[in-house]
């Protein structure tokens, strides 16, 4: 079987070849869906905009053969996302085509989905020099070995070796694929990149918007703001507030990477690393037995998407004393700390006002939910997003809560810790756990919140790099 490049697919697309069209689709469609969904921020609509883009391309290179066939896509594709947003009917849009359609039922591309992972790797290929290309086909679609590829191509076993290793490496790049030595290098970008979170958290003010609620496809592992999809990555920052509460200070910042996909307990999931950076200038309040130097850091998460909902599947955390520990769902009381979350979260009335000012949860209210629609405003930086919250169904003074600032497009900007009053606090002695006092008393210049008669105190914010405007 020959493999054509674009610039042959593109003049046999001219002359009517539909297959070519397909195998130039199936090249693309990934990153080309990441382009429309960065732009339009409307992950409801991204299927919608890369149908009429894969349209315009089908009825462009009937017409030409253009000289840098993933360039025009690209820009085809930047064409259509700026038609969506200039729209004013832009949720109502879509394009139906017959004939892209037929296309799509006669080359099997649902079947073809199911088997993603394969195919990803086999168009790679198509990416990699012609000789490593030729050695990784060899290899691992005709099933030769090493010494009868070398005897195929007149070379010592050892060259064909080396093309196979660097065919590898550029096959793992192409598809956003990483070995361990990513770590070292995220650690390297955080402590000498000229994109640092600044060492006081911005000014922040949050004023209620008088437009309507809108809903949420909240794709992020809550709350590491990490979507489980291979490619996506995201910087945040935790700010505390001092003692006497003139400011917020950064005492961490943290990187997330999904990596690679991976299966965990035979569902299929990505692989997430993460970087940890803890700052040595920190006030925080901690409990006695949180000493922030002997807490285990967290290397690396998997989890997954469904159409309804987010799951965390394993998490691996480096203790103290050098041990790595790995908990997976299966373990007793793991979706205590992890578990999943729904993707679609609504802003359906569930906090009510009540007479002293004070908020209540209607009995059917989730544990995540959203309530209102606000303009954060982070520097001289403004977001519209959706208030969400997450509270236990059993919530105590014991307990925390989170509130957060979603974008429309399910990404986190704002993220607000809450402890309980009496979170970690000694309850009565001998008990060892914490001091014998109350966070209202610790922190007595942040915010406080009362829901269903609970006092919850603001203990911490973080910033996402998009809220910093520090992101690549």
């Known amino acids: 079987m020959e493999f054509l490049d674009d610039q042959r697919l593109a003049q046999q697309i001219r002359s009517g070849d539909e297959q070519a069209f397909m195998t130039l689709i199936r090249r693309y469609e990934r990153s080309l869906a990441a382009l429309i969904r960065e732009r339009i921020g409307a992950v409801d609509a991204v299927e919608d905009v890369l149908q009429e883009t894969l349209v315009h391309a089908w009825s462009g290179l009937r017409d030409r053969a253009p000289r840098h066939v993933r360039a025009w896509l690209y820009q085809i594709a930047r064409n259509r996302c700026a038609d969506f947003l200039r729209s004013s009917q832009r949720r109502e849009r879509f394009v139906e ?25 086999v168009d790679a290929f198509d990416h990699v020099p012609e000789k490593e290309q030729a050695a990784l086909r060899s290899f691992y679609l ?8 070398a005897a195929r191509h007149r070379c010592p076993s050892g060259t064909i070796k080396r093309r196979l290793s660097h065919g590898r490496e ?27 979170f600044p060492k006081l958290r911005p000014d922040i003010t949050i004023e209620k918007s008088t437009g309507a609620p809108f809903s949420i496809d909240f794709r992020e592992l809550a709350w590491w703001f990490i979507v489980p999809e291979v490619g996506d990555r995201v910087r945040w920052a935790d700010y505390e507030p001092t003692r006497d509460g003139t400011a917020w ?56 998407l469904n159409e309804t909902e987010v799951h965390w599947l394993a998490v691996e955390s480096m203790k103290s004393d050098g041990t790595r520990e790995l908990l997976t769902c299966l373990d007793e009381d793991f979706g205590w700390d992890w578990g999943m979350t729904a993707r679609h979260v609504e802003a359906k009335g569930f906090l009510v006002k009540q007479p002293d000012e004070t908020l209540a949860k209607t009995p059917d209210a989730p544990q995540v939910f959203s309530h209102g629609r606000y303009t954060v405003r982070i520097g001289d930086r403004a977001f519209d997003c959706m208030r969400v919250f997450d509270i236990d169904e059993d919530a105590s003074e014991r307990a925390v809560l989170v509130m957060a600032y979603v974008t429309r497009a399910g990404r986190t900007i704002l993220f607000r810790r809450y402890n309980g009053n009496l979170w970690g606090k000694r309850e009565k002695p001998p008990h060892s756990w914490g001091v014998e006092t109350t966070w209202e008393v610790d922190l007595p210049h942040t915010d406080r919140l009362v829901i269903d008669g609970v006092k919850y105190v603001h203990y911490y914010d973080s910033l996402t790099d998009e809220a910093c405007g520090i992101r690549e």
Do not use: Y
């Not at 085509?97 to 790797?121: T, W, Y």
């Not at 005709?142 to 590829?149: C, H, K, P, R, Y």
């Open 170 to 196: 550029m096959v793992r790049t192409e598809l956003g694929v990483t070995t361990n030595r990513r770590s070292t290098a995220m650690s390297a970008e955080i402590s000498t990149g000229n994109k640092a």
């Open 97 to 121: 085509s017959e004939e892209l359609a037929q296309m799509i039922n006669r080359f099997g591309v649902p079947v073809a989905r199911q088997h993603r992972a394969a195919e990803d790797v």
């Open 249 to 304: 200070k950064l005492t961490e910042d943290k990187t997330a990477a999904a990596s690679r996909r991976a299966v965990i307990h035979g569902r299929e999931c990505v692989e997430i690393e993460i970087e940890e950076h803890r700052h040595k200038d920190r006030e925080r309040l901690l409990p006695l037995n949180h000493d922030p130097d002997k807490m285990a850091r967290h290397t690396r998460f998997w989890g997954c």
């Open 142 to 149: 005709d099933g030769l070995s090493i010494a009868e590829i």
